[in-house]
């Protein structure tokens, strides 16, 4: 997926972003292992399952948008 994003909270830049969405079973100890060794906490605050963010919660465009062909 191909997107041309407007300044949010998490960029204030007009930028492009591309982006898949990937399906895997995982079980739930899984997510506690993927989140001990990442190493990319500065882009991603937190990894969850879909079942587990908030409407209030704050995702980036791009994964909203993704979330669209689920």
Known sequence: ??????????LPAFREEYGGLYGIRLQPEDLLKIDEYRSDRDEIER??????????????EIDRELLNYY
């Open 1 to 10: 997926m191909h997107l041309k994003l407007v300044p949010d909270y998490f």
């Open 47 to 60: 990894i969850a399952l879909l079942k587990d963010i908030s409407a209030e919660e704050r995702i980036a």
